[in-house]
């Protein structure tokens, strides 16, 4: 059972950054992660993921301003958050999907998910 813990969370001005942190309790080299959010009283949204095989793709919104990245030997997660706007405003999750990844992008095919943290963008 993968437990996984995000960090990173807090409040910041327009144009700001934040940088956020997945650990996992098992290793997740052969893992395909994902970060997912939720803005207020919406659905969640697929943000970026990251394979397996380290292939690294982004929701068309964040391109250019987020970064996700990933440390097998720590079995950690992270996701550098620029140029934040008021519209990033949600609680982010990060999650996997373990062993056989299929459609990172699919927040119905991930198999374990973090509590979020909650990242608030000021204008």
């Known amino acids: 059972q993968v437990q996984l813990v995000e960090s990173g969370g807090g409040s910041v001005q327009a144009g700001g950054s934040l940088k956020l942190s997945c650990v996992s309790s098992?290793?997740?080299?052969?893992?395909?992660m994902g970060w997912y959010r939720e803005p207020p009283g919406k659905e969640r949204e697929w943000v970026s993921s990251v394979s397996s095989a380290g292939i690294i793709t982004y929701e068309e919104s964040v391109k250019g301003r987020f970064t996700t990245s990933r440390e097998n030997d720590l079995n950690t997660l992270y996701l550098q958050m620029n140029s934040l706007n008021v519209e990033d405003t949600a609680v982010y999750y990060c999650?996997?999907?373990?062993?056989?990844?299929?459609?990172?992008?699919?927040?119905?095919?991930?198999?374990?998910w973090g509590n979020g943290t909650l990242v608030t963008v000021s204008s």
């Open positions: 999650a996997a999907d373990c062993p056989n990844e299929v459609d990172l992008t699919d927040r119905f095919g991930m198999d374990y």
């Open positions: 098992e290793y997740i080299a052969d893992c395909g």
